[in-house]
């Protein structure tokens, strides 16, 4: 994929925004969309029908824009401009594992909704949402291998078995608000920033990047994915959550811990820490309660304090980039990581 046409001066003062990173992708993500819809193809109708249903649902398919932006900073270092078709493969194998996880998590949710529309576990039953999870991490270890590369096969399939970790982990948190900070932090960096690492480093592998720029992808990606996660959870508590792409406190009703949840228990009251034992921990759920949660949570600025987190974890990313120098790409870049924390900004 020829990428001069895409490449333009960098935008001053620019609000946080996907736009620069989707505008130098965006012929290659089309690339991408076609491996996705070809590796998804099944003599079992039920399997493209399925995970069709899922992918068609969009999202901002940050992770293969990593792949395909670490691929970029691999390219235009070598005066190249070619994004190889690897990175391609790599981008649609991110794409599969990520949807994969959420299939499987849809399942242990006993989630109706995502994005808006019905999960497939509501429309196919959970049985064939498993499977058809299972056929997509298949399809993703198959693109690994076409590339041709054991240190990026590495990569991936570690980048996996750490987010089932991170949501086995998660799991064993549920309902537990009492939870230590450090764990909290150690589930999303493996359920969530993992995955956003793996994908930016691989994609610079198979660009032909240098090593510091490959570690420097990496750590962008582990940086931005933590700062993603925060900013996901502390919204399940915002007013406007439903505007957001969530369904108002997913998370509160579900038992599921988070850092809003933790910084509140560790400065609450003892009549806060009831209500959240009652709530989180018994599954006793009375009409009010995500208002009172939200106001406990008011009253120890709990979202706002994880919000700076968020910050803190976008100037990472963006403090990481610094191998980069100053392009379009490592502009597009760090828009990003401020995007992907906007509230905190």
């Known amino acids: 994929m020829n990428i001069a046409e895409n490449i333009h001066p960098p935008a001053a003062h620019a609000a946080p925004s996907l736009a620069g990173m989707v505008s130098l992708c965006e012929a290659a993500m089309r690339d991408v969309n076609k491996v996705i819809l070809e590796k998804m193809a ?4 039920l399997i493209p029908e399925l995970a069709g249903h899922l992918i068609a649902a969009g999202g901002k398919r940050m992770r293969p824009m990593l792949t395909l932006m670490g691929a970029l900073a691999g390219t235009t270092t070598q005066g190249k401009d070619d994004i190889p078709d690897e990175a391609l493969y790599l981008a649609a194998a991110v794409e599969f594992i990520h949807n994969a996880t959420l299939l499987h998590d849809d399942v242990i949710d006993q989630s109706e909704k995502r994005r808006g529309r019905d999960t497939a576990n509501a429309m196919w039953g959970n049985e064939a949402s498993v499977l058809v999870g299972d056929f997509l ?4 270890f198959e693109l690994m291998v076409s590339t041709g590369d054991i240190e990026i096969l590495r990569m991936l399939s570690s980048a996996s078995a750490r987010i089932t970790e991170g949501e086995v982990m998660q799991m064993s948190m549920a309902g537990a608000p009492d939870s230590k900070l450090e764990d909290y932090l150690s589930v999303i960096t493996n359920k969530t920033a993992i995955l ?7 994609g610079a592998r198979v660009g032909g990047a240098s090593a510091p720029i490959c570690g420097a992808m990496h750590s962008y990606g582990l940086a ?8 996901d959870d502390a919204l399940d508590y915002g007013e406007d959550s439903d505007k957001m792409g969530k369904n108002s406190g997913d998370d509160f009703y579900d038992g599921k811990i988070t850092m809003p949840v ?18 989180l921990s018994q599954q006793d759920y009375q009409t009010g309660d995500l208002q009172t949660a939200r106001e406990i949570l008011r009253r120890h600025r709990a979202v706002e304090r994880a919000l700076a987190h968020a910050k803190q974890e976008a100037e990472a990313a963006i403090a990481a980039l610094s191998p980069l120098g100053q392009s379009e790409i ?16």
């Open 196 to 202: 956003f690492a793996a994908a930016a480093e691989a």
């Open 137 to 140: 991490f298949a399809r993703a």
């Open 262 to 279: 933790i910084l509140a228990w560790q400065d609450g009251t003892a009549q806060e820490r009831d209500f959240w034992t009652r709530t």
């Open 224 to 231: 931005l994915g933590r700062a993603f996660q925060i900013c």
């Open 42 to 45: 099944s003599d079992v109708p």
């Open 330 to 345: 490592s502009s597009a870049l760090i828009s990003g990581a401020r995007f992907a924390a906007k509230r905190a900004y």
